[in-house]
């Protein structure tokens, strides 16, 4: 073997190292991938084809994958862009946005319900039903659906989240902080009415 | 305390900075003296972190079983797949 043809064998060896070092890194990161993938989309079957898809193309262009940098948010961010892709129904925000209530609106319909001391309870807020979170979270307009599930969900961090959505820093600052608030709207209404 | 207190108006707009550590050193301390001698603002935080506990364990859903699978197939199916 040639010295060229002994070093064309090394970059093979070595890519082939490094591919399926990238998959078992991506496979290990799938349940998570599939936990935020869930809360973004409506149903059960359309997260797995999203996570399938976003798979399927991660495996075919792993070579833009930048190793040691956060897959998981790279991830995402095929997931992410694939599921604007998939033509997921344009949502308009309506032009007469709801009087939007303050941070402290839960707590003070919890307690306006059960009392003050009620807020002081542990498990307060698992009377909120497990099924009113998921059903109030798909109510929140996508915009800020989606940063609130990257970060309170996928624990992203905000620069995270900004990439993830290619929007800039402080627009997941203020979605983030309006879709919390309007979170909270819908588990008043819908679990203490 | 009351629920119109301008303090306690000012303690709920840096909830959720508070929270997220990301407050500057100000209004940390804006936010801590007003919580110190506070009940009705520290009840509503003390509530919010468990709320958002309880969001992140209810909304968390695993993932099927056999999804893992059809990803392996994906991998071995992928071009140029060893």
């Known amino acids: 073997m040639s010295d060229a043809e002994a070093a064309e064998a090394r ?57 040691g940098t956060n897959m998981r948010a790279w991830l995402l961010r095929i ?58 979270l798909a109510d929140v307009p996508h915009d800020f659906r ?7 969900i996928g624990d992203f961090s905000y620069a995270d989240a900004a990439q993830i959505l290619d929007i800039p820093i402080g627009t997941v600052m203020s979605r983030l902080h309006r879709g919390r608030r309007i979170l909270k709207q819908k588990l008043a209404e819908e679990s203490l009415t | 305390m009351t629920t119109h207190d301008p ?20 209004e940390v301390v804006v936010a801590e003296g007003h919580l110190d001698g506070c009940d009705y603002c520290r009840r509503r935080y003390r509530f919010e972190e468990k709320l958002r506990r309880y969001i992140r364990l209810s909304a968390s859903e695993r993932m099927p079983a056999g999804l893992m699978a059809k990803l392996a197939e994906l991998r071995d199916r992928a071009p140029g797949a060893l």
């Open chain 1, 11 to 67: 970059r093979i060896a070595g890519e082939a190292r490094d591919r399926v070092r990238f998959e078992e890194e991506a496979l290990e990161l799938a349940d998570q991938v599939y936990r935020v993938a869930r809360r973004l989309v409506g149903t059960r079957e359309e997260a797995e084809e999203l996570v399938q898809e976003t798979y399927a193309r991660a495996f075919r262009s792993w070579r833009s994958y930048t190793h």
């Open chain 1, 79 to 136: 997931l992410t862009n694939l599921n604007l892709d998939r033509g997921r129904k344009i949502q308009r925000t309506p032009d007469l946005q709801p009087l939007e209530e303050g941070d402290y609106y839960l707590a003070n319909k919890v307690a306006a319900a059960e009392g003050e001391q009620a807020l002081e309870q542990d498990q307060v807020v698992e009377r909120l039903s497990q099924g009113g979170v998921v059903d109030a």
């Open chain 1, 146 to 152: 989606d940063v609130v599930v990257l970060v309170d």
């Open chain 2, 7 to 26: 303090g306690c108006d000012k303690c709920e707009e840096l909830l959720q900075g508070y929270l997220d550590r990301d407050l500057d050193p100000a």
